[in-house]
């Protein structure tokens, strides 16, 4: 079969939608190869890179991967381990040998000191099993209990486009709000800051508007109308 | 217990072109159908095909008419797969499979029109006999749907309809009349496993079913069809099972339903 | 005595459409927003409203299945959606439909991929006039995209019937009570294969294919109907 490549970068696509044929085609994310053929399985736009076809989708659940961060809410506690939900149809194990590397007597200690049901927090996925399995870690750099702030979800889908190419959407927002914001792969977003509902409406534009082009300089412009808006009613 | 291991020595076979029991593809396990055997019934029967056991009882009910067809007698068709059948039923009300059987052996018979239904009108408007058809699975050792109806052909061909005492009320024991059949509907299920097809599965080759396809014939016309399970049919492996159902219908009814029928 | 009514007169049905001419289509996705994907399809005066959630944890446990997601399909018509009120509740019939439309729609969708999960789709009826599992159908396959769900392809469902002795497209009004046939398909364009098909009537083999073949020309209009309600979502947006 003649290799061919039917759709260019950025297109909508829809399930069952041929995007290549031939072998010098790769399949990639939301694709799938029958026949010769590469199709997409996903409503998405098409990523093309070297000569793997991917689709990139625009809705969808978080399906949790190693390494990924997250921001879960504590729901249930056992003797040694959290139960956590992290915004997926898979709940999060958490370890007591995952929280601390400090000895616990458990006869004397109660690990709700550390974390109780309801506790927001920032953790990150040790490991997912073939039966999707998750367990949870919090003994990285950025983890930890959050308090205070603002939490908003979005679609899981949209994280990458938040966050930006190398974070420069994400970090672009928290300097012209002056918030800190820490973005959950699974599309929970944690903002807590003086101007909270400016960075919200941040958030939001962009999961609104994600498959669209020139949203970078849009999100500053709106940003920057907003800070003046402000400035000018403080006078 | 079937696993994998069952399921993928199906499908090797199958693919061979050869089946467990050495039968042929259209090729139907031994199959008996005893008419009347259930006394109290006004019609009934027991079909046993290989393993799976099936009895079918029809009772003439008297009732009212549905208000669209005022002047006609009532069908209804109640399918039970109960747990004494099989360890995969569960007791109580019907579940989606019982209720797809019961409306798929109901189609098979009402839309084959072999009822006159007006012949059935006691009083118009008012009161008209009821054909009440349940099916009772006793051992489900594959292909239920086929048995199931084979049974209530063969139930409703030995009805007799009872004499009205003066009151109204049905006169149990006596006959008025025998229920007249101008056809006899056959349901004929085709299975599809990978690319081939076969008929009358045991319950072992059931498991490695993809998809079936259910075809009544009567008369040699098409008179209802079921598709389920999950693979797809290309239209042509649709007509193909269509040749196959009128083919195999017509075998059985030579074979198992002359026109003078026994009245044992 | 009841008169014969004509349904065809003229080379014409009592809509004015031609034998072979599918009623007037309208089709939208993401329609119910709380839900992870959802569609709308209208047939004529036929409307079909669609909501998956999921996959989600599955409930009652027992029902999950290690090695993929459980589908779970109900189908409901609203008691205002046909002439005579129908009470609420599932039915045997809503349940038989449930059942079918469940079975082609677990056909296409990538169920490995979410192990012990569940997908659960539910179709509203919101208006009848016949062809109500195939108009639920399409309004489903919609939502399942919308919602974001790996699936091999869209699925698309119609009807073909027989009606004063003559095959027609997309059975509407009174040709479902008065007609002699009723045929409902799903089918997939691109595989050329049947997921749905039901069946109900006197019918020759011959009228049958002619029947099946017209029903197959509906369905692929409809697919690409269904994907251009999809892209539409996203390329109707207008950027403020």
């Not at chain 1, 799938?32 to 991917?54: F, M, Q």
Request: charged share 30%; hydrophobic share 40%.
């Amino acid at each position: 079969m003649e290799s061919k490549l039917l759709v260019e970068e950025r297109k909508i696509v829809v399930p069952g939608e041929t995007l290549a044929k031939g072998i010098d085609y790769l399949p990639g994310f939301g694709t799938y190869k029958e026949n010769g053929e590469i199709r997409s399985k996903i409503l998405g736009l098409v990523k093309l890179k070297d000569h793997i076809v991917s689709v990139v989708p625009l809705s969808g659940v978080y399906i949790p991967m190693k390494g990924d961060g997250v921001i879960g809410i504590v729901s249930d506690v056992q003797i040694a381990s959290w139960i956590v939900d992290i915004n997926s149809p898979y709940m999060g194990f958490l370890p007591l040998s995952e929280a601390t590397n400090e000895f616990v007597d458990l006869t004397k200690f109660d690990i709700t000191e550390y974390f109780d049901v309801g506790d927001v927090v920032y953790l990150k996925v040790n490991k997912v099993t073939k039966r999707k399995d998750v367990q949870l870690t919090v003994k990285d750099r950025m983890c930890r209990k959050l308090y205070g702030g603002n939490i908003i979800r979005i679609t899981p889908a949209k994280v990458p486009r938040l966050i930006g190419r190398g974070g420069s959407m994400i970090e672009m927002i928290k300097k012209k709000t002056g918030c800190h914001i820490i973005v959950g792969q699974n599309g929970l977003v944690w903002i807590k800051g003086d101007k909270e509902t400016l960075a919200a409406k941040a958030v939001l534009m962009v999961e609104r508007e994600s498959h669209t082009e020139g949203l970078t300089d849009r999100i500053s412009e709106m940003l920057d109308r907003e800070a003046k808006k402000e400035g000018g009613k403080d006078e | 217990m079937l696993t994998e291991i069952d399921v993928e020595y199906v499908r090797k076979m199958v693919e061979e072109g050869k089946r467990e029991d050495g039968r042929g593809f259209e090729e139907f396990r031994p199959l008996k159908i005893e008419m009347g055997y259930v006394k109290n019934a006004e019609g009934s029967a027991m079909v046993t095909l290989g393993e799976t056991k099936v009895l079918v009882g029809v009772k003439m009910e008297i009732g009212e008419p549905f208000p669209d067809t005022p002047n006609e007698g009532v069908l209804i068709v109640n399918a039970e797969l109960g747990p004494i059948a099989s360890p995969e039923f569960e007791s109580g009300p019907p579940d989606e499979d019982a209720i797809e059987l019961a409306r798929v052996v109901d189609r098979g018979i009402r839309e084959a029109k072999v009822i006159d239904l007006e012949k059935l009108c006691i009083e118009p408007g008012e009161k008209v006999w009821m054909i009440c058809i349940d099916i009772h699975v006793l051992n489900d050792c594959g292909n239920l749907i086929d048995a199931s109806s084979l049974g209530a052909v063969a139930a409703l061909l030995n009805t007799h309809i009872p004499k009205l005492k003066e009151d109204g009320t049905i006169d149990r024991g006596t006959v008025d009349r025998k229920l007249e059949l101008s056809g006899i509907p056959i349901a004929c299920t085709i299975h599809k496993i990978g690319s081939k097809m076969i008929l009358d599965p045991t319950m072992k080759e059931e498991e490695a079913v993809d998809g079936r396809l259910t075809i009544t014939t009567v008369n040699g016309m098409i008179c209802a069809m079921q598709k389920g399970g999950k693979c797809g049919f290309t239209p042509e492996e649709v007509f193909k099972a269509i040749d196959i159902s009128l083919k195999k219908g017509e075998e059985i009814r030579k074979k198992y339903f002359q026109r003078d029928v026994n009245e044992e | 005595m009841s008169e014969e009514k004509k349904l065809i007169v003229n080379g014409k049905r009592l809509d004015g459409r031609a034998l072979d001419e599918l009623r007037e289509m309208e089709a939208r996705a993401g329609v119910i927003p709380r839900a992870e994907g959802s569609g709308y399809f209208r047939l004529g005066n036929t409307i079909a409203v669609a909501a998956v959630y999921g996959p989600r944890q599955l409930h009652p446990k027992h029902l999950t299945d290690p090695l993929r997601a459980y589908v779970r399909c109900r189908y409901n018509m609203a008691p205002f959606s046909t002439k005579d009120r129908v009470r609420p509740g599932p039915s045997r019939r809503s349940i038989e439909i449930s059942k079918v439309i469940k079975e082609a729609l677990q056909a296409v969708i990538f169920v490995d991929e979410f192990p012990k999960a569940g997908i659960e789709i539910f179709i509203e009826i919101l208006q009848a006039d016949a062809s109500t599992r195939c108009v639920g159908l399409n309004a489903a396959s919609i939502a399942l995209a919308d919602a974001g769900i790996p699936m091999r392809d869209l699925i698309a469902s119609c009807s073909a019937g027989k009606v004063d002795g003559e095959i027609v497209l997309d059975i509407a009004g009174d040709e479902d009570c008065e007609g002699e046939v009723d045929l409902p398909i799903a089918y997939i364009p691109r595989e050329n294969k049947i997921y749905l098909l039901q069946m109900d009537g006197l019918i020759t083999k011959e009228e049958l294919k002619k029947a099946i073949d017209m029903a197959i020309k509906g369905c692929k209009i409809i697919y690409e109907k269904q994907k251009e309600a999809l892209k539409k979502k996203y390329e109707e947006f207008e950027v403020n």
